[in-house]
């Protein structure tokens, strides 16, 4: 995926990714409570997302259904790879190293991290 995407347009994606096709007045009603977005707010999201070709159409009767054409998965990992290119020189364990530094990792998540690496290994 090249475009980026902000993050209002990310908040349509979740919606898109949990459930899909749906309609544009299904995906406003399911953006969290916190947002309180017009109707026009999320077709333009969704206008937005269409010209990056990130979601896709099909009309079903007088109103246009949407879904990602892209995954999620493919999505968090490609700006997973863009944010440690970005500030790591593209290697990871500057990133740990950084947020252990910063006591910013649980003794859960280190946990979660050995196991990982345990399960990698072999």
């Known amino acids: 995926m090249a475009e980026r995407i902000s993050d209002a347009e990310h908040a349509v994606m ?4 949990d459930e899909s096709p749906l309609s544009a007045q299904d995906v406003g009603e399911r953006i969290p409570a916190g947002r309180d977005w017009s109707a026009n707010t999320v077709k333009t999201l969704l206008g937005r997302l269409l010209a990056k070709n990130i979601i896709g159409h099909q009309e079903e ?4 259904l949407y879904r990602p054409l892209v995954e999620r998965g493919d999505y ?3 700006e997973s790879k863009k944010l440690m290119d970005r500030l790591f020189g593209g290697k990871l364990t500057p990133l740990v190293a950084h947020l252990a530094e910063r006591d910013e990792l649980t003794d859960s998540d280190i946990a979660e991290i050995e196991a990982l690496l345990k399960a ?3």
């Open 76 to 78: 968090v990992a490609g």
């Open 14 to 17: 979740e919606v898109l990714w």
């Open 61 to 64: 009767g007088r109103r246009y």
């Open 120 to 122: 990698l290994k072999s």
